[in-house]
């Protein structure tokens, strides 16, 4: 009976490690999220400087990282949507803290360093490699897609982010004694709709697999996301 239940132990064991190893980019995701709530949450306690640093360096990794395709719950995604709603989620924060003027500040200067950085990508291409080389054809491979997914981020990007400072204030402004928490979900699952589909036909149109699954799988993903990330905004404010 003793060699029984040992080995129904083992068993045991092995059947939960193969449920971890099979379900690792799901719990990787809940990091990810976990991860970016917690740094949300540092930034909006260190003052207007931090937020804004925070949300444009999210917008960047957003945008940067969507280039890998990953398995989630059984649906093919990018890897980045945690970012993207991070950092509009950090500028819900900052309108909701500094003021509008404060957010729109905020998206200019995102999109001056996205518009950089895509300049940069496409002149560091650019450069002719040495014939001792090896690192040129790992650049290509990362930055070729990058002047045309930055555009079309930086289009969408400033979309969203205008339609959030809108959307937002009229929000704040209807329903002042409503707390940031639904306020900041109500406007964020509306802008979550709009950058998922006006980015994912401008800019990754023939990159992915299938655009149509992108679209829908992300929006699940990003609702995951938001749902995951809103009891964090408790105690931002």
Same mark, same amino acid.
């Not at 003021?99 to 996205?114: D, V, Y």
């Not at 555009?151 to 929000?171: E, H, M, P, R, Y």
């Given at each position: 009976? =003793?060699?029984?239940?040992?080995?129904?132990?083992?068993?045991? *064991?092995?059947?939960?490690?193969?449920?971890?190893? =099979?379900? *690792?980019?799901?719990?990787?995701?809940?990091?990810?999220?976990?991860?970016?709530?917690?740094?949300? +949450?540092?930034? #909006?306690?260190?003052? $207007? !400087?931090?937020? @804004?640093?925070?949300?444009? /360096?999210?917008?960047?990794?957003?945008?940067?990282?969507?280039? $890998?395709?990953? *398995?989630?719950?059984?649906? &093919?995604?990018?890897?980045?949507?945690?970012?993207?709603? =991070?950092?509009?989620?950090?500028?819900?924060?900052?309108?909701?803290?500094?003021?509008?003027?404060?957010?729109?500040?905020?998206?200019?200067?995102?999109?001056?360093?996205?518009?950089? %950085?895509?300049?940069? #990508?496409?002149?560091?291409?650019? %450069?002719?490699?040495?014939?001792?080389?090896? #690192?040129?054809?790992?650049?290509?491979?990362? /930055?070729?897609?990058?002047?045309?997914?930055?555009?079309?981020?930086?289009?969408?990007?400033?979309?969203?982010?205008?339609?959030?400072?809108?959307?937002?204030? $009229?929000? $704040? *402004?209807?329903?002042?004694?409503?707390?940031?928490?639904?306020?900041?979900?109500?406007?964020?699952?509306?802008? &979550?709709? +709009?950058? !998922?589909? /006006?980015?994912?036909?401008?800019?990754?149109?023939?990159?992915?697999?299938?655009?149509? &699954? @992108?679209?829908?799988?992300?929006?699940?993903?990003?609702?995951?996301?938001?749902?995951?990330? !809103?009891?964090?905004?408790?105690?931002?404010?």
């Amino acid at each position: 009976a =003793g060699f029984r239940c040992g080995h129904h132990s083992r068993d045991d *064991m092995q059947n939960l490690s193969d449920i971890l190893v =099979g379900w *690792m980019n799901e719990w990787l995701f809940l990091v990810q999220i976990l991860w970016i709530g917690v740094f949300t +949450l540092v930034a #909006s306690k260190g003052g $207007k !400087t931090a937020l @804004v640093t925070w949300l444009v /360096f999210l917008a960047f990794l957003a945008n940067f990282f969507v280039l $890998k395709q990953v *398995m989630l719950f059984g649906l &093919e995604v990018t890897a980045s949507d945690a970012f993207a709603l =991070g950092s509009l989620l950090s500028l819900n924060l900052l309108q909701e803290k500094e003021g509008a003027g404060a957010a729109k500040r905020a998206c200019w200067i995102c999109q001056a360093i996205l518009f950089f %950085f895509a300049g940069a #990508s496409w002149i560091h291409l650019a %450069f002719a490699p040495s014939p001792h080389d090896v #690192s040129n054809p790992a650049f290509s491979l990362l /930055f070729t897609p990058a002047p045309r997914l930055f555009l079309a981020s930086l289009t969408s990007l400033f979309l969203t982010q205008q339609v959030d400072i809108i959307l937002f204030s $009229k929000l $704040k *402004m209807r329903f002042p004694e409503t707390a940031f928490p639904i306020r900041a979900f109500f406007s964020l699952t509306v802008l &979550e709709i +709009l950058d !998922t589909v /006006f980015f994912s036909i401008f800019g990754l149109y023939g990159i992915v697999y299938s655009i149509l &699954e @992108v679209i829908l799988f992300s929006l699940v993903i990003k609702a995951f996301s938001l749902i995951a990330l !809103t009891p964090f905004t408790r105690w931002a404010c």
